[in-house]
C-alpha cells in the first residue's frame, strides 16, 4: 500500500479562512490527505470556540482539487450513522470522489454534557461505534440495506444519489485492544491511532493484524495511519503540548527538524505505518509545514 502523508487540523481557536488556507498550502507541498477533528469545544480549556466538522468537511472538499479529504474522527455518539451517510455522499460527489470517513466512540463528557447530549458508559459507546460503522459501510456500499441493532435501525434505507467512490472509505479511530481494534478489523477500511509513540503505536499494529487473522480478513486491506505532533524547537513543543495536554502522551511529538525528522517519520513507517498524518492547531506555521514537507520527500523519491 503506497505511503501517504497528510495534515490533521484541528478547529479549535482558529477562522475558516485559516483552515482553508492551511489546506491550500499543504496540497501545493504535495501532501495526500487533509483531515479535521469533531468537536464542540475546545480540546483542552474551557473558553473558546471550535469549528463545526460537518461544515468544514464540506468546505475542505470545496477548497481543494487532490488531496483526500478526511474528519477523523466523527463522534458515533451525536452523529446519526445515516445522515452522516448522506452528509459523506454529498460532499463526495462535491469533491469529485475524495470524500474519507472516520467515525469514534468519543470521549469528551464536557460537550454532551454542556449540549444535552446522553454520555453512555464506555462499554455503550463503543457498541454505539460498532453499529454506527456497520450502518455507514451498508449505506456506502450498498443500494438498499436492512440492519436491526440496539442504538440503529435500517430498513430498506436507500442512499441516493450514490457517492463517486463505489466503496468510500471508512475509518475507524482509536487503540483500544478489546473493542476498537476488533471493530477496525472486521468493518473499517482505515485505522487512525493518535499520539502513540513508535514503539506503542507497532504494538498496536501487531494487535490489529491479530484481530484481523481472527475475523478471517487481509489486514493489508486496511490503511493505517499514524497522528503525530510537530516541534522543531521547545517553544513550539510546549505550545502544542498545552492544547492537546488532555488526551496525549508527550511522545506523540516528533521533536526537531530535518533529519531528526526524517529518522522520527521513518520510526513510524517501520512500525507498520502506511499513512502518517501530522497534527496542527491554531494558530498555524506554515514553516513548520515547510519543514516536514522537505522530510516528506525524501520518502517519495
Request: charged share 20%.
Amino acid at each position: 500500500m503506497q505511503l501517504r502523508f497528510g495534515i490533521h487540523v484541528g478547529l479549535q481557536d482558529t477562522t475558516v479562512a485559516d483552515v482553508l488556507g492551511v489546506a491550500r498550502h499543504a496540497e501545493d507541498l504535495g501532501f495526500d490527505w487533509v483531515s479535521a477533528w469533531d468537536h464542540f469545544y475546545p480540546s483542552s480549556h474551557a473558553d473558546g470556540g471550535s469549528l463545526e466538522a460537518v461544515s468544514m468537511h464540506t468546505a475542505l472538499a470545496a477548497a481543494t482539487h487532490r488531496v483526500q479529504c478526511g474528519v477523523l474522527v466523527y463522534c458515533a455518539t451525536y452523529r446519526h450513522p445515516a445522515v452522516l451517510a448522506k452528509a459523506a455522499a454529498t460532499i463526495d460527489q462535491l469533491s469529485g470522489g475524495r470524500a474519507q470517513i472516520g467515525v469514534g466512540a468519543g470521549w469528551s463528557a464536557r460537550e454532551h454534557a454542556a449540549y444535552g447530549i446522553r454520555f453512555p458508559p464506555v462499554a455503550e459507546r463503543m457498541d454505539i461505534l460498532e453499529e454506527s460503522a456497520t450502518c455507514l459501510r451498508l449505506l456506502l456500499r450498498q443500494r438498499e440495506s436492512e440492519f436491526s441493532g440496539r442504538h440503529f435501525q435500517l430498513n430498506a434505507a436507500r442512499l441516493d444519489p450514490r457517492p463517486v467512490q463505489p466503496a468510500l472509505p471508512i475509518w475507524i479511530g482509536g487503540a483500544g485492544e478489546k473493542r476498537t481494534l476488533p471493530t477496525a478489523a472486521r468493518v473499517a477500511d482505515g485505522w487512525n491511532a493518535p499520539f502513540l509513540t513508535a514503539a506503542e503505536f507497532g504494538r498496536k499494529h501487531g494487535v490489529l493484524r491479530e484481530h484481523c487473522a481472527a475475523a478471517g480478513r487481509d489486514a493489508g486491506e486496511i490503511r493505517c495511519a499514524a497522528n503525530v505532533g510537530v516541534a522543531p524547537d521547545q517553544a513550539a513543543y510546549e505550545q502544542f503540548i498545552g492544547t492537546m495536554s488532555t488526551i496525549m502522551p508527550a511522545g506523540g511529538v516528533l521533536r526537531g527538524s530535518g533529519a531528526q525528522l526524517g529518522d522520527g517519520i521513518a520510526r513510524y513507517v517501520d512500525a507498520g505505518a502506511n499513512q502518517v498524518n501530522f497534527a496542527f492547531r491554531a494558530p498555524f506555521d506554515l514553516t513548520t509545514l515547510d519543514a516536514i514537507a522537505d522530510a516528506m520527500r525524501t520518502f517519495q523519491s
